[in-house]
């Protein structure tokens, strides 16, 4: 079958995911992260002091562009494992999805200090940056609780019994991971390359947002062919309705962009507990015993 005759490609991506999660790799990652961040420093310092190199694409004027650079990478590098989650079950990837989103508003709320002038004063004219930075902020933390809720209560369910079945399942998953992670590279070469060039910002996140909203459909078709249940059906489409919203969250404005993850969060946190309680093995059980 072709599924098979594919194994090497999900093969090779087991071997990117072993590689991206060794302690060893994380570990240099975070170190080249750290001399990114210096290194912007760096540069922003010299462009004021007048020294910076004309040739190289020039930093802002604020020592705060270094953060947002630095939380973006961390981002970035969070996306990537997002992708390498994708073929565990639908609720660990949720679980990822909603640390993403908290580290995407912690993002926003960086952000906005690029906007400030140095040395830091708060006036009329920036109060308004200060108030986005503490919703996006709180709006973060109100994320972060409900991951841990979601932790708790979320369930595997067996909906896939045939062992042949759930290897095909897993293998599809694989694939399209593989497909997104050879995109993720794609775009991010080429946006770099932009940068570089005319040195402007390509909206990389939203783009591989954008495309990571085709490939939750894709999802849903993908578990249809394998779970085609009612029960099962529902709750995955209801996965994908709690991640677009918080794809949509993104091209929000900042006062707007954490209420709607909030709500997305609390969403997914519902329908988890909905799919949980009215499980059809409890449903089951219930008429079995006279209780329905």
């Not at 809720?149 to 045939?162: E, G, M, N, T």
């Not at 779970?227 to 993104?250: C, D, E, K, Q, W």
């Not at 988890?272 to 008429?287: K, M």
């Amino acid at each position: 079958m072709l599924i098979h005759k594919l194994q090497p490609l999900t093969d090779m991506f087991d071997w990117l995911h072993h590689f991206w999660e060794r302690p060893s790799t994380q570990r240099r990652v975070a170190l080249v992260l750290l001399w990114i961040y210096l290194a912007a420093l760096a540069g922003v310092e010299l462009k004021r002091l007048g020294f910076y190199p004309l040739w190289l694409p020039q930093p802002p004027d604020s020592h705060f562009y270094s953060i947002h650079l630095a939380f973006t990478l961390i981002l970035a590098m969070e996306v990537m494992s997002l992708i390498f989650v994708i073929p565990s079950s639908l609720s660990q990837s949720m679980g990822k999805q909603f640390e993403i989103l908290t580290l995407i508003l912690l993002r926003n709320a960086f952000k906005e200090l690029s906007s400030l002038s140095e040395p830091v004063s708060i006036d009329i004219d920036n109060i308004l940056r200060v108030v986005e930075i503490g919703v996006s902020g709180a709006g973060a933390l109100c994320v972060f609780l409900c991951l841990g809720l979601y932790k708790r209560i979320a369930r595997r369910h067996p909906f896939i019994q045939s062992p042949d079945m759930r290897m095909r399942y897993v293998m599809s998953k694989k694939l399209l991971a593989l497909t997104l992670f050879l995109i993720f590279f794609g775009i991010g070469a080429r946006d770099l390359l932009l940068y570089l060039q005319i040195g402007s910002d390509q909206r990389f996140f939203e783009t591989l947002y954008t495309i990571l909203i085709f490939a939750d459909i894709a999802m849903v078709l993908i578990a249809q062919r394998f779970m085609p249940s009612y029960h099962a059906v529902f709750r995955n489409s209801g996965f994908v309705i709690g991640t677009l919203l918080m794809r949509l969250s993104l091209s929000a404005p900042p006062l707007w962009s954490p209420l709607i993850g909030l709500f997305a969060a609390l969403f997914v946190l519902a329908l988890t507990w909905g799919t949980n309680y009215f499980s059809p093995y409890r449903l089951a059980g219930n008429i079995k015993n006279g209780n329905i």
